[in-house]
Nanobody, 121 residues
Framework: GQLVESGGGLVQAGGSLRLSCAAS????????MGWYRQAPGKQRELVAGVTSFGSTSYRDSVKGRFTISRDNAKNTVYLQMNSLKPEDTGVYYC????????????????WGQGTQVTVSS
């Protein structure tokens, strides 16, 4: 299977971006999905996740600003990011697994190319 992230870019603080992650070669609807980010010099961290049933979870720093959603018909998961801050800067990745615990841990053997998000102050 393949994951392709898109939608990143350069935006001013307070702006918005919508990231997309298209998954191929997988039974998308039965898997949990996660969006992760890696800032320069830092470890990759889980930003938001959605279970196969549609339940969502967010890290505290993005609650109320980011929204994760999925379209099973399009095999795509989205991350709507509003009120962006400079500390949201990083490369954003998505990944998928049938186990929610794997999504939470971010314990994957492979990752896509990611999409760069840069928020200027």
């Amino acid at each position: 299977g393949q994951l392709v992230e898109s939608g990143g870019g350069l935006v001013q603080a307070g702006g918005s971006l919508r990231l997309s992650c298209a998954a191929s070669g997988r039974i998308f609807s039965t898997n949990a999905m996660g969006w992760y980010r890696q800032a320069p010099g830092k470890q990759r961290e889980l930003v938001a996740g959605v279970t196969s049933f549609g339940s969502t979870s967010y890290r505290d720093s993005v609650k109320g600003r980011f929204t994760i959603s999925r379209d099973n018909a399009k095999n795509t998961v989205y991350l709507q990011m509003n009120s962006l801050k400079p500390e949201d800067t990083g490369v954003y990745y998505c990944n998928v697994d049938r186990r929610w615990s794997t999504v939470v841990a971010g314990d994957f053997g492979s990752w896509g190319q990611g999409t760069q998000v840069t928020v200027s102050s």
